[in-house]
Each structure stands twice: as C-alpha cells, then as structure tokens.
C-alpha cells in the first residue's frame, strides 16, 4: 500500500482529490508487469481530457486577445518610425511586443497545466513508489534526462513535476509547436488570399488560425502525457520481463551472445536518448553480465536462422518487447520485423504486434 499523503495537492479539485484519495487505498502488485487499473485508467482519461480542452482553448483564446484588441483600437497599434542607417522603418513594434507577452502568459499556462495533469498521474499511479528499491535511481534518471543533449525525445526535457527540474525544456517543446501553428496559419491565410482575392475580409483571416493554435497547443500537451505515462508503465514491466528472461535463459550462452545483436537490430542501441530504449539495455546487461563494448557481428538475421527453434521463439519476444516498449511501433521497426519475416526467422503478423502496442499504451500491459 501506498506511504504517500494527498495533503501536499491542495492545488487539486475536489473531484481530482476525491479519485485520488480512492487510488491511494488500493493495492498494487508488484510481481506482475505494470497494469492500469479500472479507476487509474478513468482519472487519466479524464485529465487528459480536461488538460487537452484546456490547452485546446488557451490557443483559441490566444487568437483572439492578439487580434481583436488590434481591430478594436488600430491607433494604438499603429506603426513606429525606427531609423536604421538613415533609413526610416515603419515596423509594428507594439504590436510585436505585445505578442511576446500573450506568447509568454500562454507558455505559462499550458506549463501550468501539463504540470498539474502530470503530477496528478504520477501521484494516481504511485510513480515513483516508495517502497520500490528502485525510487532514488529512478528520480535520478529523470533528473539526468534533462541534462542530456536536446533535439532527441521530450522525455529530455524535464517533464517531471515532481523533481520541480528547469522547465526551459518544455518551454522549448512549446514554442515550437506554436512556431508550427504560426507556419499553418500562414500558410492557410495565403491560401484563402490566392482563391478568393479580394473578397477575403482581412478581419476574417485574422481568426482562421485559431484552430490551427488549438490543435499544436493540444497535440504538444497530449505528447508530454504519453511521454509520462510511459515512464510511469516502462521501469516495471522491464524488470519484470528481463526478469523472466533471465530466470529461463541466464545461463545459455548462445541466448546471451544475441541479446545485445537483438537491440542493435532493432534500433535499441542507438536510441539511449530514449528513456525506455535506454532503460531496457541497462537491465538487460545488468541482469545478464553483458558487455556493451563487444563487437558486434552485423549478421544478427544469420545468426538467428542457425539458433535452435526455442532460441529464435525468446529472441522473438524480445524482438516485439524492444519495439513496443518505448510506446510507439514505427514504420522502421515494422520494416526490420517484416525482413525477418520473409527470412523464416519471425512468426508474428504485424497487425498483432500492433494490437499489442494498442493495448500497451492503453495501460493494460505489455504481453508477449
């Protein structure tokens, strides 16, 4: 049973208290792969509803306060004369700066609120649990994800309110995606002036972005729930997992000497930006003595073709273990399964793996 007191979410609603205090009366096995229960599942469903409506109008309503004040008092948005080498520039600096603080207020607040929704997840689903042997190590790898080079995955930056990390990470996150939502309404307003010319009413294409803004606002916010659901499900279902491997296999060489060819096949190996890639490898050499710096042959097809038929069957859940578990099955890793298909090497049918990573990302496990 859960140690954790809900007296420190005063910041919550009653309805989200009332759920909460409900999740922390609930027993958790620990002896199975991480499972959503029936009222996890409902509180995260709702607050990603709630946050995704949210964000969606923080970008309707960002709109709106940019170009309504500009129609209603056009004078006091007017040009200034800037002189730049002798040159007079008409440029529209209030207008700009006035967009820097509504682009400010609304970074905030989707920050704001990705936190809340954040924190109330992690606090419904008991992550990090303390009574895991594991709690501090896993504090320090979220904490070290955020020091990692950028450019790679969200999970660099900082997602965890729970850790109060810097949030310029996600205010990058953010602002990217609104820099994307400007672009969409660019390109929509040059569309509409092209077909319809003069008959645009220039107040019209104003407003015709805003639901380009509500779409990136919500997309982004959806991406950092994914993000920490992932790290909520990913460290117990890979222990439990490399746990049952290992109890069958830990002592057979030729299943050992392909574990690190499996991860560097599908990817594993070059993606420790990723935190559940990079969480899998570690367990996976902790717990079977392996050498990340040996050599490895290239042929790993090969290799698994002359391995016997139980052998190739373990490799095999792996294989759909290592693609799935970061939560997201791409096109690359069906490709590189589809290889192994048509080389005799791999029995399973796309369709089914993709149902498993459905099922997967809905909380229900991870089962293979």
Known sequence: ???????????????????????????????????????ESRVIRRTKTATLIVAAFLGVFGVVLLYLPQQSWPTFFSHTSVPINGIIYQLPLIT????????????????????????????????????????????RALA??????????????????????????????????LAKAALSELAIKTMLTQVAGQYV??????????????????????RVFHEAQIRIMAPTTIREFVSELHDEWGKDDQFRSLILETL??????????????????????????LKTTDTLTGHFAERLAASPATVRLSIERLLVFGVIID??????????????????????????????????????????
């Open 144 to 177: 070290n994800a955020a020091l990692e080079d950028s450019n790679r995955s969200i999970i660099r930056f900082g997602i965890d309110p729970y850790l109060h990390l810097p949030r310029w990470g996600v205010t990058v996150f953010l602002l990217f995606n």
């Open 327 to 368: 939560g997201k099955l791409s096109l690359a890793d069906r490709k590189r399964l589809n290889i192994l298909r048509k080389k005799g090497v791999f029995t399973q049918d796309i369709q089914d793996i993709k149902k498993i990573s459905r099922e997967y990302n809905a909380g229900r496990g991870l089962w293979v």
């Open 201 to 222: 009413f220039r107040q019209m294409t104003h407003f015709v972005g805003a639901p380009f803004y509500a779409f990136w606002n919500a997309w982004a916010s959806w």
């Open 1 to 39: 049973m859960s140690t954790r007191s809900t007296k420190d979410l005063n910041s919550l609603d009653d309805l989200a208290k009332r759920y909460l205090s409900h999740s922390l009366t609930i027993l958790h096995p620990a002896d199975e792969p991480y499972v959503l229960s029936d009222l």
């Open 96 to 139: 700009i700066l006035y967009g820097i603080l509504l682009v400010y207020i609304e970074v905030n607040l989707l920050l704001a609120i990705n936190r809340w929704g954040v924190n109330l997840i992690m606090h419904v689903c008991q992550f990090p649990r303390n009574h895991d042997a594991q709690y501090d190590r896993h504090l």
């Open 264 to 289: 560097h096949y599908t990817g594993i190996l070059k993606r420790q930006y990723n935190y559940a890639n990079f969480l899998l490898t570690e367990t996976l050499t902790d717990r079977f003595t």
